[in-house]
């Protein structure tokens, strides 16, 4: 087992088990017709005190499940906001969401305005610091960061930033820039996931209440080929506009993902 928690060794057989090189003989029999379409892509997200999946009452209630953890969407896992979890930041997109107002909308966003977009020109800021248009809806600056997750279970997932996250957002990226290795030609900025970073949640809170946020450090670079090469393949995948995020409500958007 590796420091990042990823088996890299052919395992051994065992009395009653089949070894690894049999699955391999047969590798990929059984994907032939699951495309991309067909797959769901994680969303690690914040739970906060009014998280439904921390309310016994609600149908999306987990149990175990407390503010301040962080929730895997479709594993319906729970990790330790306060240990965090290690993940590679494998790509990196900002969208300008536009919503209708709870109540008024119909769980999806309006339009998704790219990074280039001119929308933020068109908003003025409400009262209750929203960037709202003049058809009534508002702007919801999202940083979205595709991740390699790290750990017992790994997988591909996403985490998007959002309000008071942005800024985190920032930082991290900051971080990752910042980043200068040696190499024969002098120095250069090596890719995002060549570094793992963990993710921890704190609280926070203002005159407006109390919530919790993310805290992003630098642990350290990768040192597992096997798990440099799917995070690689992970952000090319990206890069090439195949894996797609469709939002399903302003909490938690739906997504798809790509096959490993």
């Known amino acids: 087992m590796s420091k990042e928690g990823i088996t890299t060794e ?7 088990a089949l070894a690894i090189n049999i699955f391999e003989t047969d590798a990929d029999k059984g994907t032939q017709n699951i495309t991309q379409e067909d797959l769901a892509l994680p969303f690690l997200k914040v739970l906060m005190p009014l998280s439904p ?60 305005h790219k990074a280039d977009s001119d929308i933020m020109s068109k908003v003025t800021r409400d009262k209750f610091n929203k960037d709202r ?16 997750l790290l750990g017992d279970n790994p997988s ?4 998007s930033m959002k309000s008071t996250s942005l800024s985190v ?27 793992i970073y963990n993710l921890k949640t704190v609280q926070m809170s203002n005159d407006k209440g109390t919530w919790f946020g993310w805290d992003v450090s630098k642990v ?14 992970f952000a090319e995948k990206n890069s090439k506009g195949l894996v797609k995020v469709k939002h399903g409500s302003e909490e938690e958007p739906k997504q798809a993902s790509f096959n490993l």
């Open 10 to 16: 052919v395992t051994t057989k065992k009395e009653g």
């Open 53 to 112: 999946e921390v309310n016994k009452k609600d149908g999306k209630y987990v149990e175990g499940s407390e503010p301040g953890m962080i929730f895997n969407s479709v594993t319906k896992e729970l990790y330790d906001g306060a240990k965090g979890i290690n993940v590679l930041p494998c790509h990196y997109l900002k969208q300008y969401v536009e919503w209708q107002d709870r109540g008024m909308s119909t769980g999806a966003p309006v339009t998704i």
């Open 133 to 148: 248009l003049a058809n009534g809806n508002y702007i919801e600056t999202t940083a979205n960061h595709f991740v390699f």
């Open 156 to 159: 591909t997932a996403l985490i």
């Open 169 to 195: 957002s920032r930082k991290w990226l900051t971080t990752m820039m910042g980043i200068k290795l040696q190499g024969e030609k002098g120095l250069f900025t090596p890719p995002t996931y060549s570094h």
């Open 220 to 233: 350290g670079p990768v040192t597992d080929k096997g798990v440099y090469a799917i995070a690689k393949g």
